[in-house]
């Protein structure tokens, strides 16, 4: 047990999980963990062009800078972009992003 005089200490919760998101260091600074990050594991790989456009949305283009860059419509960049998050179990782009980056499908 860790005692309230010392610098560090853990405040007491009901499961581990808990335990591990709360330390209270020198009586107020909160440290949360990251939590364990999910990354689903029966993502679908994606084509070459759906790579090119994610890397590109990873270096923050536009849909419209997307598609001037790659000579296609900006209606085929959105289509691209919703297959990649179909695949990839996606919310929006930055997820794709992250999602993509932690399966080391893209480096950034």
Partial sequence: MVS???AARIVETPDVDSL???????????????????????????????KEVLALVAEGFSNKLIAAQLGISERTVKNHLTYIMIKLRASDRTHAVVTAVRLGWLAI
């Avoid at 209270?24 to 759906?50: C, F, K, S, W, Y």
């Fill in 4 to 6: 309230a005089s010392n």
């Fill in 20 to 50: 591990l998101s709360v330390l209270r260091i020198n009586g107020g600074v909160v440290i949360r963990p990251r939590q364990a990050e999910i990354v689903p594991i029966d993502a679908q790989q994606l084509t070459d062009r759906e």
